[in-house]
């Protein structure tokens, strides 16, 4: 289980906040964290580097399919994002990065920002407060690659087998 203090967005976060794309010329998920929702100004890049858990509503991740979207979180020290929905692209990219990712509309609804959010892939639960909220949990393949760290570590312990 993971999980810790939540900052908090609405619907349609596209990945030009998420990471801006004039930062698109690195891959190092640190130096790509200082840029973190830049657009949103310092206060909102503070709070990120505060919290563990980003919660946000519909179709967080949408715009374009750049994986440092992903990557700049998991830099920022964000170990979840739990949203209403994702942007495809989005979702498998965290999973490939190693980031946690989760669908839980009603846990979105009733988490504040600033809150305490705990996610548990493997069993499917998301807890804020005293209330579960259950989600589908993970398939063993995508347990997998995020107990490894993410695609690419997943990929070489299997070739190192």
Known sequence: MTGGTVIKFGDNVNTDVIIPGRYLVSIDPAELAEHAFEPLGPEVQARLRSADVVVAGRNF???????????????????????????RVFFRNAINTGLIAVECPKAVSVVADGGELRV?????VVETGARRFAFPAYPPGLRAILADGGLIPHLMREVAR
């Open 61 to 87: 991740g949408c715009g374009s399919a750049r994986e440092q979207a992903a990557s700049c979180l998991v830099g920022a020290g964000i170990k979840a994002v739990v949203a209403a929905s994702f942007a």
């Open 120 to 124: 548990d892939y493997e069993a499917g």
